[in-house]
């Protein structure tokens, strides 16, 4: 019965990927719509687009191919210093006819290097961050109802609504998940003129696409509408997440040495969260309490980011408190502050050359003792 299930469900995920392939290839210049009159008809162009796409094609219209490098050394008074580098890419392409969007292809990734100048052993990975493709409105209705499938981020909290690939600041779901992206198939979109939704199935294995018995994940979010954000500067949501995943632990000292039920975890969460932006100041919070393995957790973060006007540097101060039922010699809590000073030589969706400094205070820690852990990365992505 379960290696039906895990069948179906590969099945299925890999229907949605080769029919949203064929959706968009199989549009004539990626782009126009079958029917038998243009409700456009009528208005005079230039055609520019139209002959852009026939010439060009796939690579010369909405299309980006973005390098990415980052150089790190960290000095953390328990554990020595550590340094990383790491190589990547960023393939995105949005697929458009001349009325509308039709989908998106978004394939992102990096090699890390990490090694220890105490002892001198390294290690390599290869870091998924997206791997997707979205179809638009492809039951009609705009905005009402988008499919995904790939490695996204997972929706819960604000993680769908943030960029954290390449910060050095992180928000709440790999420290309480093991990972903040899973592969899966995602449906979002809009619910009346107030609300957004977003519905998503993984298979609880974050990083890599594995599968040990896991039964995977389902998660759900509703927040607050895009005109929402605009006219009041808030974001507010309401998040649920309930199956087994793998206990990955994906540097996360919440999930590391665990072993729950072999490698997998029963997981469930409710959550809350909630940004507010007013120039040039962001407040951010997530709050999250549940199960794993039938052991209580509870989550909490705090963040107030400063951005300069002249978009020069930009300053954060994060708080996060972890509490995880993980034994009775009290070492059941994380408890850290971090401050961050970013210099921006330059700052756009693009094209980011920037240095980051660091510090997090580490009160309390799981299974190690209490620490200063500095950071200093040169980050490059254009």
């Given at each position: 019965?379960?290696?039906?299930?895990?069948?179906?469900?590969?099945?299925?995920?890999?229907?949605?990927?080769?029919?949203?392939?064929?959706?968009?290839?199989?549009?004539?210049?990626?782009?126009?719509?079958?029917?038998?009159?243009?409700?456009?008809?009528?208005?005079?162009?230039?055609?520019?687009?139209?002959?852009?796409?026939k010439k060009g094609g796939f690579f010369d219209e909405n299309f980006f191919f973005l390098k990415e490098f980052f150089t790190q050394f960290q000095s953390d008074n328990t554990e020595g210093e550590t340094r990383t580098f790491a190589v990547g890419f960023e393939i995105y392409k949005k697929f458009s006819s001349e009325v509308k969007d039709i989908g998106d292809l978004d394939i992102q990734m990096r090699w890390v290097n990490t090694g220890s100048l105490k002892t001198g052993k390294s290690y390599s990975m290869v870091d998924w961050h997206n791997c997707y493709i979205t179809l638009f409105n492809p039951l009609g209705g705009l905005g009402k109802f988008h499919i995904r499938t790939g490695h996204f981020p997972l929706p819960f909290g604000l993680e769908s609504l943030s960029d954290t690939h390449g910060t050095l600041i992180q928000l709440s779901n790999t420290p309480n998940f093991g990972f903040k992206q899973d592969w899966g198939v995602e449906s979002f979109g809009s619910l009346g003129q107030k609300f957004n939704y977003d519905l998503a199935y993984t298979r609880g294995s974050g990083m890599n696409l594995e599968d040990k018995g896991q039964s995977g994940m389902y998660w759900g979010r509703v927040g607050t509408s895009d005109a929402f954000t605009r006219d009041t500067g808030s974001i507010l949501g309401i998040s649920g997440c309930y199956g087994k995943r793998m206990n990955e632990g994906m540097g996360s000292n919440m999930n590391m040495g665990m072993n729950m039920n072999g490698s997998i975890v029963k997981t469930s969460r409710i959550g809350f969260d909630y940004r507010y932006d007013v120039e040039p100041y962001r407040v951010s919070m997530e709050i999250s309490s549940g199960l794993d393995s039938d052991k209580t957790?509870?989550?909490?973060?705090?963040?107030?980011?400063?951005?300069?006007?002249?978009?020069?540097?930009?300053?954060?101060?994060?708080?996060?408190d972890y509490y995880k039922a993980l034994s009775m010699s009290g070492e059941n809590r994380q408890k850290s502050i971090t401050g961050e000073f970013d210099w921006y030589f330059k700052n756009s969706l693009t094209n980011k050359n920037i240095v980051r400094l660091n510090y997090t205070r580490y009160f309390d820690r799981f299974s190690q003792p209490p620490s200063d852990v500095w950071t200093v990365q040169y980050y490059l992505f254009f």
């Open positions: 019965m379960f290696k039906r299930k895990k069948i179906l469900t590969a099945i299925v995920i890999s229907a949605i990927f080769v029919y949203a392939i064929f959706y968009l290839l199989s549009s004539p210049g990626w782009a126009v719509e079958n029917s038998d009159e243009d409700p456009f008809s009528d208005i005079k162009t230039d055609n520019k687009s139209e002959q852009t796409e957790v509870r989550t909490f973060l705090g963040e107030l980011d400063y951005f300069h006007p002249g978009k020069k540097w930009s300053a954060t101060l994060q708080y996060q």
